[in-house]
Each structure stands twice: as structure tokens, then as C-alpha cells.
């Protein structure tokens, strides 16, 4: 297993995971976009939760959701690539889709939208 020194409290980094495996090597893969999921489930659940974030806080996590979405993003083609099944592919499909329902989330805590900075 991974290290998870993520970009926000401790989530494993998209980015890492497309860079830590060689091409083509999709061993484990599944496994661990499930552990970023439920990491990034409890993390974000926990810290939405609370009645009063500050905005710098709320910044730094729209910062890491939008790292996360694009690296997301650019292991998609990756996936099919190197041959990942159905299974996987779709488990990083709902995973992106977590992170942009959270961003949105996060957005209406800050009472407007801010633009992605990639």
C-alpha cells in the first residue's frame, strides 16, 4: 500500500497513484482508488460537518479537490490504456464525481462559486 501524505489532511493523491505505478500496471488499482474513496468519504464528511469552517480552510480544500479532479481526469485515459477492467474504470469515474459534488458543496459553504485554479 501507498503512502498517503495527500495534498489535503491525509488523502491519498491521484496524481501519486498515476505516477507511482508503471504503465500498463494495473495490479491493486481497484484497491486503492477504494481507499482514496473511503478516505476522502470520511475526511470530507468530517470536515463539512462541522457548523463553522473558516474560508482559508475551505480555500485550501477547493485547491485539493480541483488536484484531485484533474488527476483524476488524466488517469482516465491512462485506465483504458493499460487495460483496467470495467470495475475500475467506473470506481474512478464515481470517484471524480465525488470530488466535483463535494467542490460544489464546498463552494456553497464559501456563498459563491470560485473558478477552478489548476
Known amino acids: 500500500m501507498m503512502e498517503t501524505n495527500g495534498p489535503l489532511l491525509g488523502v491519498m493523491n491521484?496524481?501519486?497513484l498515476a505516477t507511482?505505478?508503471?504503465?500498463?500496471c494495473c495490479v491493486g488499482l481497484l484497491?486503492?482508488?477504494r481507499r482514496i474513496h473511503n478516505a476522502a468519504r470520511q475526511l470530507f464528511h468530517g470536515v463539512l460537518g462541522q457548523r463553522?469552517?473558516?474560508p482559508a480552510?475551505?480555500?485550501k480544500m477547493l485547491w485539493s479537490l480541483d488536484?484531485?479532479?484533474e488527476a483524476g481526469q488524466d488517469l482516465q485515459p491512462q485506465l483504458v490504456h493499460c487495460g483496467a477492467s470495467?470495475?475500475?474504470q467506473a470506481e474512478l469515474a464515481d470517484l471524480i464525481a465525488y470530488f466535483q459534488a463535494?467542490?460544489?458543496t464546498v463552494e456553497g459553504r464559501l456563498g459563491a462559486p470560485v473558478a477552478r485554479r489548476l
Open 14 to 16: 491521484l496524481r501519486q
Open 20 to 24: 507511482f505505478r508503471p504503465e500498463g
Open 31 to 33: 484497491d486503492d482508488l
Open 52 to 54: 463553522f469552517i473558516d
Open 57 to 59: 480552510t475551505l480555500e
Open 67 to 69: 488536484r484531485q479532479i
Open 86 to 88: 470495467e470495475e475500475t
Open 102 to 104: 463535494v467542490r460544489r
